[in-house]
C-alpha cells in the first residue's frame, strides 16, 4: 500500500480547519523551473546578450579561418583545423558570464531576490533551478554556435585545402565538445553572481577566473604546460583539438578540468547561500 498524502492545514472563517494534500518534490521542482525560466525569458537584456553571444563567435571564425587559411606556408607548422572554432567562442565568453551573473545579481539589487526566497525558502533549491535553466539554453546556444562556427570555418579552409569534414575522426566529439564551453562559463557566473551579489564585481570575478589563469600559460616551459592544464581556457582548448597538445593533459582529463570550474564554484554558492541573510 502507497502512504497517503501528507496534509497541510489551513484556518477558515468558521474555525474549522481545511487539509490539502503537500505538493510533490516533483511539481515543487516543476513550478520553481517554471519560474525561473519566465524570469529568464522576460528581461529583454537576455536576447541582446544571447544575440552577441551567437552572432560574434560565427563572424570571428570566419575571420580567424581566412588569416589562417592565408599564412604562407613558411610560418611553421598547420594549425589546429578547429582552432578557428574554439577561438571563435571564446570571444561569447564574456557575454554568456555577463548572463550568468545577472541571474542572481539583477534580483539582489532591486530587492526581489527576498521575494524569490520567501516564495521558494529553500535557497539551494533556487540556485539549482537557475544553474538548469541558463545551463540548458547556453548549452543549446553553444552547440548550435560550435557547428555553425564550424561549418563557416571549414568552408573557408577547404578552399584552401586545410579544413576537415564533420565525419572526420574525432571531428563531432570535438565539435560538441567546443559547445560547453558557454555553458561552463554561464554556470560560473551564476555561482560567482549569487556568491557576490553585486553586478560589477560578479562580471569582474567571472571574467577573472576565466581569463587571468590562462595568462599563467605565457611561463617559461615547463611552467607554461603546469599551470595551463588546470586553467578553463587551455583545458577547453585540448578538449576540442584535433592535434592535443603534449603538455597538458589528455582531452578526456581537460573535459573534467573543464566541468571542475563550475562544479566547484557552484558547491561553494551552495554553502554560502544558506549561510547569509537576503
Known amino acids: 500500500m502507497t502512504a497517503p498524502a501528507r496534509l497541510s492545514t489551513t484556518d477558515i472563517p468558521n474555525g474549522r480547519t481545511a487539509s490539502r494534500p503537500v505538493p510533490s518534490l516533483a511539481t515543487r521542482a516543476g513550478d520553481l523551473l517554471a519560474s525561473e525560466w519566465t524570469k529568464f525569458r522576460s528581461v529583454r537584456s537576455t536576447y541582446w546578450t544571447l544575440l552577441v553571444a ?7 571564425s570566419a575571420l580567424v579561418a581566412t588569416a589562417f587559411a592565408g599564412a604562407p606556408a613558411s610560418a611553421g607548422p598547420p594549425p589546429d583545423p578547429l582552432l578557428p572554432e574554439v577561438l571563435s567562442l571564446e570571444y561569447a565568453v564574456i557575454a554568456v558570464s555577463v548572463l550568468g551573473v545577472l541571474a542572481f545579481s539583477a534580483e539582489y539589487s532591486t530587492g526581489l531576490i527576498r521575494t524569490t526566497f520567501t516564495a521558494a525558502p529553500r535557497r539551494r533549491a533556487v540556485l539549482a533551478a537557475k544553474a538548469a535553466v541558463y545551463g540548458a539554453v547556453t548549452l543549446a546556444a553553444g552547440e548550435l554556435v560550435a557547428f555553425a562556427s564550424f561549418g563557416v570555418s571549414q568552408a573557408i579552409l577547404s578552399g584552401h585545402h586545410q579544413g576537415v ?10 565539435v560538441l565538445a567546443a559547445g560547453i564551453l558557454l555553458c561552463v562559463c554561464t554556470l560560473l557566473g551564476v555561482a560567482l553572481g549569487s556568491i557576490i551579489r553585486h553586478t560589477a564585481g560578479g562580471i569582474v570575478a567571472t571574467v577573472a577566473v576565466i581569463v587571468l589563469p590562462s595568462i599563467l600559460g605565457l611561463l617559461p616551459a615547463p611552467w607554461s604546460g603546469r599551470v595551463g592544464r ?3 581556457l587551455d583545458a577547453a582548448r585540448q578538449v576540442t583539438a584535433l592535434h592535443p597538445a603534449a603538455n597538458l593533459f589528455s582531452p578526456g582529463w581537460s573535459l573534467l578540468v573543464l566541468l571542475a570550474w563550475p562544479a566547484a564554484a557552484l558547491a561553494a554558492a551552495a554553502i554560502l547561500i544558506t549561510r547569509r541573510d537576503a
Open 54 to 60: 551567437l552572432v560574434t563567435p560565427i563572424g570571428f
Open 165 to 174: 569534414s564533420l565525419s572526420g575522426p574525432g571531428v563531432p566529439g570535438a
Open 230 to 232: 588546470f586553467t578553463l
